[in-house]
């Protein structure tokens, strides 16, 4: 029977070394997250923004919405594979750390292609009625994971992509000690996706583990 490798650190810089590379900004935008402690974990593995680099080059992708920026990592990485007339909404409440996302974004000289909307994402998905992407990145508030889900269904164009990052919640939602409203939370989420027959879904475990939906 098949089985999965444990990535080992060993491993993983194996891989690091023979993978694609992290182009300079967002190099910095991870060590600029490591100077801010603990919320560091917000940010995707590195591993995640080179599997949104290829899909978003094998799947032709050109309109991506993202919900949940932070200070740009995974924002940065679909930009940069976006082709040069490709666009990209960025939702996120904090006005702060999306200011130091929009900086980043010019550092890398993507700015042309993104679009940042500064307010909770409900409402600026809300206002969104007439527009549709080929992909949608949900990585805000888990709590409100499947509202988004809902959302991004009517403004994705068939066959289009929705990604929703954390979903194996480290590990958590396998276990069944742990009974936290944020577990059984994604719990559900999970098992409302599986049986969603308006999608056909494959979860990864790279990071915190994402499911890709493709929109039938
Ligand atoms: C996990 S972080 C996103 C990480 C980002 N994708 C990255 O790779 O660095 C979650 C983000 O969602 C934002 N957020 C949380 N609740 C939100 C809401 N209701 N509306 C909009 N953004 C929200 C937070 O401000 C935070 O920046």
């Given at each position: ?20 590379k992290?182009?300079?900004?967002q ?26 680099h290829l ?13 949940g ?9 679909i ?6 007339d ?5 939702l ?6 999306s200011k ?32 549709k ?22 403004l994705?164009?068939?066959g ?6 954390n ?8 276990d ?6 944020y577990?059984i939370?994604i719990?559900e989420?999970n ?5 969603d ?14 499911t ?5």
């Amino acid at each position: 029977m098949g089985a999965n490798l444990d990535i080992t650190d060993k491993l993983q810089n194996y891989i690091n070394k023979f993978g694609l590379k992290l182009n300079p900004v967002q190099q910095e935008i991870i060590d600029y997250n490591k100077t801010l402690g603990d919320i560091k974990r917000m940010q995707i593995d590195p591993t995640q923004c080179h599997f949104l680099h290829l899909i978003i080059k094998i799947s032709n992708i050109k309109n991506v919405l993202e919900i949940g920026t932070f200070t740009g990592l995974s924002a940065l990485s679909i930009s940069l594979a976006l082709p040069e007339d490709g666009k990209l909404v960025v939702l996120d409440k904090n006005e702060e750390t999306s200011k130091i996302a929009q900086n980043f974004f010019k550092k890398a000289n993507q700015n042309h292609k993104i679009t940042t909307i500064i307010k909770p994402a409900s409402e600026s998905l809300n206002d969104m009625k007439n527009q549709k992407f080929d992909m949608v990145f949900i990585d805000a508030d888990k709590m409100n994971y499947k509202k988004y889900y809902e959302k991004s269904l009517g403004l994705i164009n068939q066959g289009g992509l929705i990604i929703i990052d954390n979903v194996l919640w480290h590990g958590e939602v396998a276990d069944v000690k742990y009974s936290d409203k944020y577990t059984i939370n994604i719990r559900e989420f999970n098992k409302f996706v599986c049986e969603d027959k308006r999608v056909e879904q494959v979860i990864i475990p790279l990071g915190d583990g994402m499911t890709v939906c493709r929109v039938l």
